[in-house]
C-alpha cells in the first residue's frame, strides 16, 4: 500500500515553469513505477510522463516531450515533474499514480491510467495567457 500527496500547483504565465511533486509513503517506494496524468475540465485523465524504478528509464507524451522532465529522489521517496514553456493548453489537475513492479515494464504500457493502482489528490496548474 502507498498513499501519494502532490504539491507544487498554482497559476503561471504562458512561457513560465514549475515544478510539481508527489511525495510517497512506504517503504517499497523503490519498487514502484511511478507516473504523471493530469486532466482538464470535461476532458479525459491522459498520459504526461513516466518513470522506471530506478530513474534511469523515461518515457513522455508527445505534447510534452521537450519541456516536461519527469525524476525521482528514492532517498526523499519523491517524484517530481518540471514543467517548463508552459502553454495554456496545460492547464489541469495533474495527478501522480504508482504502480508496483517486480520485474521489468516496458514504460510505453504504462500510458494508461488503468494500469496504476495507486493514485494522489491532484493539483491544479493554471497556465494564463
Known amino acids: 500500500q502507498v498513499q501519494l500527496v502532490e504539491s507544487g500547483g498554482g497559476l503561471v504565465q504562458a512561457g513560465g515553469s514549475l515544478r510539481l511533486s508527489c511525495a510517497a509513503s512506504?517503504?517499497?517506494?523503490?519498487?514502484?513505477?511511478m507516473g504523471w496524468f493530469r486532466q482538464a475540465p470535461g476532458k479525459e485523465r491522459e498520459f504526461v510522463a513516466v518513470i522506471n524504478a530506478s530513474g534511469l528509464s523515461t518515457y513522455y507524451a508527445d505534447s510534452v516531450k521537450g519541456r516536461f522532465t519527469i525524476s525521482r529522489d528514492n532517498a526523499k521517496v519523491t517524484v517530481y515533474l518540471q514543467m517548463n514553456s508552459l502553454k495554456p493548453e496545460d492547464t489541469a489537475v495533474y495527478y501522480c499514480?504508482?504502480?508496483?513492479?517486480?520485474?521489468?515494464?516496458?514504460?510505453?504500457?504504462?500510458?494508461?491510467?488503468?494500469?496504476?493502482?495507486?493514485w494522489g489528490q491532484g493539483t491544479q496548474v493554471t497556465v494564463s495567457s
Open positions: 512506504g517503504r517499497t517506494f523503490s519498487s514502484y513505477v
Open positions: 499514480a504508482a504502480r508496483r513492479f517486480r520485474g521489468g515494464v516496458i514504460l510505453a504500457t504504462m500510458t494508461l491510467p488503468q494500469n496504476y493502482d495507486y
